[in-house]
């Protein structure tokens, strides 16, 4: 069956998040808004000017903008945020418009854009525009390109967009400290005729990594090796929304990262082809399979597959640790120890006391469920259920949720895989 | 103490050997002596009553003073009864008071003392001499009685002088009653606190032991190093060290105690209370301690009375001081050619060389000097009195402190560590290590609970008088201090 283009887009009116409204009202003017809840990947109203496929930010907004004389004008407010990673922890983070990640900024080549940061942080900031060609007093290099903004001023950062891809936004004054701190955003350019074949879904996923100290609110900015958080647009599993798609979708999923180290990403289920990076577009001569692709530090890289595969799909990062919550590094192991004797004697002078560790961790789960307490604002290793038991993992881990009844522009959770009879793993129960 | 030695005593006597003429001479003696001196014989309880008084006012336990030997096996029934079940600090008291030897021993002092007193009221006796001399004539007989009088003037000041120092003997015996008291106190209270704290210590130790074999069963799987192994190994190792050494100290204190209470065999094997009692939750306000210790401090007084009796020995030797000897008496003699010749004798020192300056000016410096010495006595007091309140008030401070800031702070890193291994974000050796620092804490708490114990019977001691009774201990502690054996979840 073929649809037309036009009715494609038609059809994706009725969706999405982050709408650009078009505001009558100039937002720089807006007061500074504080901790904003995060917006599900669930469906908003598509202005009918919209001419792309507009992208969902799981777990995150698209920033709005208004039109000024051809401008397209959006406002960042650069402010600490609180934000929460998952249930039962919130962390004291900077970011933009009350997010961290700032909100996804989409425009269209060609497009001229101006957006106003105001700085709401307690020291100078900036921002730059990750893989963007633009004079170079507008790329945001603090002190190179331009005075730091001051707290409490609002800069203008004004250029037409000449390409289309994926980019980033981030802070590049005190640049360390503040993208310690998560400040960053993604920055979607779209071509003018999108060509084909034609994207039905299109998620952008801030990969991101923080030393919070558990016991503790804040990320440690002098942190350089030992990070122990890590996140998909600042969530961790399972507190980020699974990626919802339709059976036959065709699918591009944009990931980008400013952590301190790289993260092999990886899709169960399916292969898929890396089609762009912060640098353009492949050919598509150049393209390759892969199931898992590196994204380096400082690095976008864009997939496409074909959602061919129904059911619920990891999708994740393949460091293990890294889909891990805080662990204690220096932890005893006590893989193969027999505890039972001892146990006794350290139960006596501790009574809540329980032996752990002999046969792996997975005694995490059932400490959790016993409602063994942590410290405060800290969450278990690894936790989160599926329908059959504990998901044991945390951090960088996501959902792709594929189901052949899901209707165009629903992003809503479809709830657990109902599998066909005979197609999940069973028992081998004796005669 | 008694009479000063320049009274000599005369032994010049003429007599004859008509019994009518001894008689009236005896007679005569017999009453003046019985009509100045008092009463001859020595009671039997030589003042202690009046120790028995002055013991009472500051110590609630009975002073006994064992002198027969079936008195000897109610004293051993006795302390078998309070010896039985727990031995608390007033049995222990009472049963130094009853059994101390060395107590016992100083009690005769009264006993000499009482002699003295009584040597002190006794006339000399009168002399009798009688010569008998042949010649070619014939015999003479001379036969004399004499009185040394000197003693007879001195008698009312010698007797005086005598009960003032028998008043600083009891004084004295009193002040080993409550210095014995106070030093039973003392070593109860470092006991208990000993026997406290090592139970804890025992409880540490059994903590190392845990980390020890719970290192040998990793190593043994393969998961620990044989260095790493080892040194848990060695912290088990000394902390037994650690363990036995205080054990042993904990047996020499108790030796102490048992000395003082003379204990010996079976009746060493006393046990205490568990628990040393809770501090008052506010001390009582004592006022005018320096000044009450100057009154009741029973050294002090004795030294007064040494002083007092310094003075009475300087009055009656300058009253004196020119009569050295002073002799009466009568001789009868028989002369060789039978005549009877009677008459007074009368005798004295002539003070042409020595009246008595160099006896003066000895009695005028001893004077002095035990001025001086009790100044020093009553400026050490004052200082003593103020040390020990000093430290009372200070160890109640720390106990205060140690019980309302740091032992809650350990319980709250106990709680935290457990918080942490729960989420395996710490391991079990650091939860052990954070329980042992709590039992450590809670240790040093009952040394300091010891420690304010101590400091109070020392400020009693420099009292010379108990504390108000709102001061005395309470029953059984409820202090929070982590009994390991209790589950009580309270993490």
Known sequence: MKISRRDMLLASAAMLVGAPA??????????????????????????????????????????????DNGVKVFQLIAEPVKREFAPGMVVNCWGYNGQTPGPTIEALEGDRVRILVTNNLPEPTSVHWHGIFLPSGMDGVAGLNQPHIPPGKTFVYEFTLRQNGTFMYHSHSDEMLQMALGMMGM????????????????????????????????????????????????RIFPGIDPLVMRLGDRVRI?????????????????????????????????????????????????????????????????????????????????????????????GALLPDYMAMGESGMGDMGMMQDMGMPLPENTL????????FGPIEMGGMLTVVKIRADIAPGDYRDPGWYQHPPGTVAYELKEK | MIVADTIKKQVIVNGSNSGEVKRGVYSALALSVLVISGCASIPREAGFADVQQQVAKRLDQKVQWTREADQEGAVTQAVRVLLQDELTMDEAVQIALLNNRALQAEYERLGIAQTDFVQAGLLNNPVF???????????????????????????????RLAANSFEQVKTQVSAQVWKLAGEVKSMYYTVNGDEQALELLRTVVGATEASAQLAQLQM???????????????????????????????????EQLNRLLGLWGTDVAWHMPPRLAEPPATLPPLERLEARAIEERL??????????????????????????????????????????????????????????????????????????????LAVDIRSQVRTARHRWVATHDQLKYR??????????????????????????????????????????YIQTLRDFWIAQADLEQALGMRLTASAAPPAASTLPIPAPSHATGDL
């Open chain 2, 299 to 376: 050294d002090l007084i004795a030294a007064k009375k040494e002083i007092d009796s310094i003075a009475m020995t300087l009055d009656a030797s300058a009253q004196y001081r020119v009569l050295s000897i002073f002799g009466i008496g009568f001789t009868v003699q028989r002369t060789s050619d039978g005549e009877s010749l009677r008459g007074p004798r009368l005798e004295f020192g002539l003070p042409l060389f020595d009246q008595g300056q160099a006896k003066i000016a000895l009695l005028q410096s001893q004077l002095r000097a035990a001025q001086q010495r009790m100044n020093g």
């Open chain 2, 403 to 444: 019980r309302d800031v740091l032992l809650p702070l350990h319980e709250r890193i106990v709680q935290e560590t457990q918080f942490r291994y729960n989420g395996m974000l710490a391991g079990v050796y650091d939860l052990l290590i954070a329980k042992q620092n709590q039992i450590t804490s809670a240790r040093a």
């Open chain 1, 380 to 387: 278990p290793m690894a936790t989160g259920n599926g329908p």
């Open chain 1, 254 to 346: 944009r990931l980008a990262n400013l952590s301190m180290t790289s993260h092999p990403i990886h899709l169960h289920g399916h292969n898929f082809h890396v089609t762009g990076t912060d640098g353009g577009w492949l050919p598509p001569s150049a393209l390759w399979p892969e199931v898992t692709t590196n994204v380096p530090v400082g690095s976008i890289r864009v997939i496409e597959f074909i959602a061919d595969n129904p059911g619920d799909w990891a999708f994740h990062c393949h460091k293990s640790h890294h889909t891990m919550n805080a662990m204690g590094h220096t932890v005893p192991n006590m893989l193969g120890v027999d505890q039972k004797d001892v146990a006794k004697k350290v």
């Open chain 2, 220 to 254: 043994q799987a393969g998961t620990l190093s044989r260095l790493n192994q080892t040194l848990q190994q060695t912290f088990y190792a000394q902390a037994v060290l650690d363990l036995a050494r205080e054990e042993t100290e904990l047996n020499s204190h108790r």
């Open chain 1, 22 to 67: 078009v505001a009558t009202a100039r937002t720089a003017s807006a007061p500074p808004r504080t901790s904003q809840p995060a917006s599900k990947s669930g469906a908003e109203t598509l202005s009918k000017s919209a001419r792309y496929t507009p992208v969902v930010t799981p777990n995150g907004s698209t920033l709005p903008w208004h039109m």
């Open chain 2, 129 to 159: 001499s009688a010569e008998i001399l042949n010649s070619s004539i014939g015999t003479e007989r001379t036969f004399s009685v004499a009185e040394d009088f000197l003693n007879i003037f001195t008698l009312s000041a010698r007797k």
């Open chain 1, 187 to 234: 920055f979607i350019i779209h071509p003018r005729t999108p060509p084909a074949p034609h994207i039905d879904r299109d998620f952008c996923i801030m990969l991101h990594a923080w030393d919070v100290d558990p016991g503790t609110y804040t990320p440690n900015p002098a942190e350089m090796l030992d990070f122990n958080m890590w996140t998909f647009n600042s």
